[in-house]
Structures are given as structure tokens and as C-alpha cells.
């Protein structure tokens, strides 16, 4: 019922700057939340930052003060804005959500695809 497609991932050397962008399509009435994960072969998936409708924005203790998360209502798109970036930012960033469907008023939960962000000089 609904899609999430991650892309803008890449390589960027240390200090540096990335975008990566999540756009979810399909018959959403609304958007619940909007977050990005990221994952190491050494770690967990761990919540980088989250967009909510009810709560506003939240961000990892690791990523405050250098990334950002800005909102796309009118497309349904989350765009993740990276700065001052360090090695270990390195992971598979993942976009997830929660969506009300239009169709029949049920809730919709699930993953993008992930995007590799390396961070190496």
C-alpha cells in the first residue's frame, strides 16, 4: 500500500556534507511519522531522527547539532541533511514510517530499502 524509496547516499569525506531523501507514495492520508535509521554489521539499527505528526522532530544524542530532518507534507518526503560528517556516521541509512491509509482508514508501517553513507577520506 505504501512505498518508501531512499536515495541521495554516496561517499563524502570527513566535515563534509550529504543529503538523503525518503519519499513514501500510495494512498496516504497522512504521514504518522517519518524517521531514518542507520545500521553497522557491529550494531543495532539505531534511530538517527524522527519527524512526527504529533510529537515534532527527535534526534539521536550522537547527530544533534549537525544533522536535520525537514518535512515535505505536500509530498510525503523526509529529506535527512548531514553536516560536519565523521567516519562513524558510516552505515546503511534506512527510512521508515507509519501511515494512515486513505482507503480504509488502517495504519501502514514499514522500511525503505537502505542507502550506504561512507564517510572515509
Known amino acids: 500500500q505504501v512505498q518508501l524509496v531512499e536515495s541521495g547516499g554516496g561517499l563524502v569525506h570527513p566535515g563534509g556534507p550529504l543529503r538523503l531523501s525518503c519519499a513514501a507514495s500510495?494512498?496516504?492520508?497522512?504521514?504518522?511519522?517519518m524517521a531514518w535509521y542507520r545500521q553497522t554489521p557491529e550494531k543495532r539499527r539505531e534511530l538517527v531522527a524522527q519527524?512526527?505528526?504529533?510529537?515534532?522532530?527527535t534526534y539521536a544524542d550522537s547527530v544533534k547539532g549537525r544533522f536535520t530532518i525537514y518535512r515535505d507534507n505536500a509530498s510525503n518526503k523526509r529529506d535527512l541533511h548531514m553536516n560536519i560528517m565523521k567516519p562513524e556516521d558510516t552505515a546503511v541509512y534506512y527510512c521508515?514510517?507509519?501511515?494512515?491509509?486513505?482507503?480504509?482508514?488502517?495504519?501502514?508501517?514499514?522500511w525503505g530499502q537502505g542507502t550506504q553513507v561512507t564517510v572515509s577520506s
Open positions: 521508515n514510517g507509519e501511515f494512515l491509509i486513505e482507503d480504509d482508514g488502517t495504519t501502514w508501517h514499514g
Open positions: 500510495g494512498s496516504i492520508l497522512r504521514a504518522n511519522y
Open positions: 519527524d512526527s505528526f504529533s510529537d515534532g522532530t
